[in-house]
């Protein structure tokens, strides 16, 4: 039988009071903690003894001895901390004691300021969350796109989520084995993972860069049929894309947009240059998913410098 073992489980900070149960559950099943950690917790059996465990979360500690040494003369052992804040600790088992017995704070004050410690934190984190999902609304108004509105998503359900948690931690979490809501972590990191990953795959499905001609044209007709086709590219998904074109033309030119298989032009522009010959414009377009080419038409001749960016 093996000794040691590795129990993997996620926790929110306001769902701390159900780990304590989770650790207590372990410790009467013979597995006493060895190390807690954010994503795991590691046991070995010793079945001739049980805790019963509690967290305490305190970022700011001057002197850890001293701090150890506080919780050791009310009977409690010192485990390990982890690299945000939260510090394990136990307490022999001794079922003729209450319950109270084991309640690292037994009085409403000293767990309120423990409490109020993370949710000083939350509401940092909040206010940072709500800062990027008011941004992230403005670009969406000024040009919608897909990756950005699942950014948004995935930043309101975090803003959801911790605030549900901040008032949750402002309640008496104290781990009597009464039963709890359902463990909404890893139901939040599983979405908050895949709108930030689908986010990240449709950017990088996107055609993005830029692609530049610089010659010397003779007259091309304004027919289509007998236009300069240039710049193929692939569109991934539906969505908004913006074009940018910048260029140094002798003479007026009309730039299409054009889709490969049905034929069709998606949008013109027509570039006039001004008196030094510089010309900048953008079109925002909604396109198809679908291949794409450029077609350059309506050009009396001369010095064409022209560059396309696609975003």
Same mark, same amino acid.
């Given at each position: ?17 159900? !780990? ?6 372990? &410790? ?22 049980? #805790?019963? #465990? ?9 002197? =850890? ?22 510090? #394990?600790?136990? +307490? ?7 319950? &109270? ?18 949710? +000083? ?8 969350? %709500? ?6 609304? =403005? ?18 359900? !975090? ?8 008032? %949750? ?59 300069? +086709? ?6 991934? #998904? ?14 007026? =030119? ?13 949008? !013109? ?14 079109? +925002? ?27």
């Amino acid at each position: 039988m093996k000794t040691t073992k590795r129990v993997f489980g996620i926790y929110a900070a306001w769902e701390y009071a159900r !780990e304590v149960e989770t650790l207590n559950k372990q &410790s009467d099943k013979g597995w006493q903690l060895t190390k807690g950690g954010l994503f795991s917790n590691k046991f070995k059996f010793n079945n001739s003894l049980k #805790y019963r #465990y509690q967290l305490d979360y305190n970022t700011n500690i001057e002197d =850890l001895g001293r701090y150890i040494e506080t919780f050791r003369e009310q009977g409690w052992e010192y485990v390990n901390s982890t690299w945000n804040g939260w510090h #394990y600790f136990r +307490k022999l088992y001794d079922p003729s004691l209450p319950e &109270s017995e084991y309640e690292i704070y037994n009085d409403s004050d000293s767990l309120n300021e423990m409490q109020g410690r993370w949710g +000083k934190a939350a509401l940092c984190i909040l206010g940072m969350l %709500c800062v990027a999902a008011i941004m992230m609304t =403005l670009l969406l108004l000024r040009s919608f796109r897909l990756p950005s509105l699942l950014i948004l998503i995935g930043l309101l359900f !975090e803003i959801i989520v911790i605030g549900r948690g901040t008032y %949750c931690m402002r309640k008496s979490q104290k781990a009597n084995g009464k039963k709890r809501n359902i463990n909404i972590m890893p139901a939040f990191l599983g979405i908050l993972l895949v709108t930030m990953g689908l986010s990240m795959v449709l950017i990088s499905l996107r055609p993005s860069g830029s692609s530049m001609t610089s010659d010397v044209y003779n007259s091309i007709p304004a027919d289509k049929a007998h236009a300069v +086709k240039w710049m193929n590219f692939d569109v991934a #998904y539906p969505d908004n894309y913006t074009f940018s074109f910048k260029a140094t033309l002798s003479e007026p =030119l009309t730039v299409s947009i054009v889709n490969d298989m049905s034929g069709q032009i998606q949008s !013109e522009v027509r570039l006039t240059p001004s008196s030094d010959g510089s010309v900048k414009a953008k079109k +925002k377009l909604v396109l198809s998913r679908g291949t794409y080419h450029i077609l350059l038409s309506d050009f009396a001749g001369g010095q064409l410098d022209l560059t396309v960016s696609i975003d």
